[in-house]
C-alpha cells in the first residue's frame, strides 16, 4: 500500500456528524473523547520538538553509531542530494528552501542501532569465521568488524521492518487519525511544520515542507498522560477489560550471546525483548510466558553500546552487556558531536524528555533502567503513567506486579495503548449519537 488510510473511520465521521446540522448538533460532536483527539492537531505536538537528528547518505556507519549515541536518540533520518534517491517504501520526502522552495534534501530513510549491529550481526558464506571470533569474545579482534562498520550508512536502511518506509503525516491531521496509523505499528512520522498539501489527513509518501520535526508514540501517549482529566472514563479502565494486552510474548534467557539475540530478534522483527530467567533455547527466542523476567533487552540498550567496545561486547551474554551498558550510562560518557561527522542536536536540548519512539527520542540524563511492569488488573492511566515517566514502549504483564517472583503473561506496548484508546474513543463516539455498530 502506498498509503494508509482510514476509509472506514472517515465514513464513520460522516455518519456521525454530516456535513450540516445546527450548532447543537456541532457542540455534541465535539464532546468526548473522540472531540478531544479529533480537534487537537498533530502539528502541535510537532512544534515542541528539537530539530532533526539526521546523518548524510554517506556517512559510515561508525559515524552513524556515534550520531544515536551522542544525541541520544534511537535513529536517525537518512539524508541525500535530491533527485538521485528512491525513498525507503517509494516515498518522495524532500526538504525545500523556505525562500525558493528549491528542493534542498531528499530524506530517504531512517536507521537505528538495530539495522547497524544486524548488520554487523549477519554472517555470509565468506565471513562465517570472523562472526564466530566476535560471538567467542576471544583471540584479536576480527578485521571484517572494520570493514562492516566502514560501509555507508545507506546500505543498511530497511534491515529492520522499522526502516522500510518513511511516512509523514499533514501538519492538519488530528491525533484521533494519527492514532489509527499508530496503531497499525507505525512508530514515528516525520511532520512538516508547513505543507503545500491541501487538506490531507492520512499518512503519506511524498512532501515537500522547508521544516520537519519527528512525531513518535511517545509523544502522543505523554498528550494522553497530560490531558488525562480530559479523556473520561477509558483512563479507569483495566488492561484486561481493554483486551490492551497480547499474551504472545518471545523472550530470550539472561545467558543468550548478545550477537544470537540481536539475529533472532531482527528475523522476528521485533525492537524488544523480555530477558527471563531460564536456561538458552536451542531456538534462541523462547515463550515466555510463566517464566520470571528480570530485564529487557531493546534497541536502546544497542544504542549505548559505544562504537569502541563492539568487538567484546557483542560476544557477551545479554545479562553481562546490559552491566556494561548501565555501568557506560552511570558514567555519562558521550563521544563528541564533531567526532561523528554528522548534524547533531543544539547542546541544550539533549536531556529534554520530549520524545520517544524511535525517530528522535530525548531522554532524561543516564540514569540505571528499571524493570517497568504492570498486571491485567492495572489501570490504562497507570500504564500510561508508568510508560512515559520510565520513558518505555512496553510493559512487561505479570501475574501479580507487587511481588517481585511475579511471573511473565504477556505484553502491552505503546501500540496497544493506542489502539484501546482509540477504539474508545470511536466507541464512545458511536454510542453518544446512537449508532450500533455491525
Known amino acids: 500500500m502506498a498509503q494508509l488510510r482510514a476509509f472506514a473511520d472517515e465514513q464513520q465521521q460522516e455518519a456521525l456528524h454530516g456535513h ?195 512525531l513518535t508514540q511517545m509523544d502522543v501517549v505523554r498528550f494522553l498522560r497530560a490531558h488525562g482529566a480530559e479523556l473520561g472514563g477509558v483512563l479507569s479502565r483495566t488492561v484486561r477489560e481493554l483486551g490492551a494486552a497480547s499474551e504472545a510474548v518471545l523472550a530470550v534467557a539472561s545467558r543468550t550471546k548478545v550477537i544470537e539475540a540481536i539475529r533472532t530478534m531482527r528475523a522476528a522483527s521485533l525492537t524488544a525483548v523480555p530477558v527471563v530467567d531460564a536456561p538458552v533455547d536451542a531456538y534462541i527466542l523462547q515463550d515466555g510466558r510463566g517464566k520470571k523476567v528480570v530485564e529487557t533487552f531493546s534497541a536502546t540498550d544497542l544504542r549505548d553500546c559505544p562504537v569502541a567496545q563492539l568487538r567484546s561486547w557483542l560476544g557477551a551474554s545479554v545479562a553481562e552487556f546490559k552491566d556494561k551498558v548501565a555501568e557506560y550510562r552511570r558514567e555519562g560518557s558521550r563521544p563528541l558531536d564533531a567526532a561523528a561527522g554528522v548534524q547533531s542536536p543544539d547542546e541544550g536540548d539533549t536531556n529534554t524528555a520530549v520524545d520517544a ?45 507487587r511481588e517481585e517472583e511475579g511471573m511473565l503473561r504477556g505484553v502491552v506496548s505503546l501500540t496497544d495503548v493506542l489502539r484501546v484508546v482509540r477504539e474508545a474513543a470511536i466507541g464512545e463516539d458511536m454510542e453518544l449519537h446512537g449508532i450500533v455498530s455491525s
Open 357 to 401: 519512539g524511535t525517530g528522535n527520542e530525548e531522554e532524561k540524563p543516564p540514569r540505571p533502567r528499571e524493570m517497568v511492569t504492570c498486571s491485567f488488573e492495572s489501570t490504562l492511566g497507570e500504564v500510561i503513567e508508568k510508560a512515559a515517566a520510565s520513558h518505555v514502549h512496553r510493559l512487561w504483564v505479570v501475574d501479580d506486579e
Open 20 to 214: 450540516g446540522g445546527d450548532s447543537n448538533s456541532n457542540k455534541k460532536a465535539r464532546a468526548g473523547l473522540c472531540g478531544v483527539l479529533r480537534e487537537r492537531k498533530v502539528v502541535e505536538l510537532a512544534r515542541a520538538k528539537r530539530r532533526l537528528v539526521e546523518v548524510p547518505y554517506t556517512a559510515t556507519l561508525a559515524n552513524a553509531a556515534n550520531a544515536l549515541l551522542a544525541g541520544r536518540v534511537s535513529a536517525a533520518t537518512v539524508a541525500a542530494p535530491p533527485g538521485h534517491w528512491i525513498g525507503a517504501g517509494g516515498s518522495l520526502i524532500v526538504e525545500s528552501d523556505p525562500a525558493t522552495g528549491a528542493a534542498r534534501k531528499h530524506y530517504i530513510g531512517m536507521v537505528n542501532m538495530l539495522d547497524i549491529l544486524t548488520h554487523i550481526a549477519e554472517t555470509g558464506h565468506d565471513d562465517d569465521a570472523d562472526a564466530t571470533a566476535v560471538e567467542d569474545g576471544g583471540g584479536s579482534p576480527p578485521v571484517d568488524l572494520d570493514r562492516r562498520m566502514s560501509v555507508p550508512v545507506s546500505s543498511v536502511i530497511g534491515h529492520s521492518l522499522e526502516g522500510l518506509t518513511l511516512w509523514t503525516l499533514h501538519p492538519n491531521t488530528s491525533l484521533l487519525d494519527c492514532m489509527e496509523t499508530f496503531s497499525k505499528g507505525v512508530h514515528r512520522a516525520l511532520v512538516p511544520l508547513e505543507s503545500s498539501a491541501d487538506n490531507v489527513v492520512a499518512v503519506e509518501l511524498v512532501e515537500s515542507a522547508p521544516v520537519y520535526r519527528m
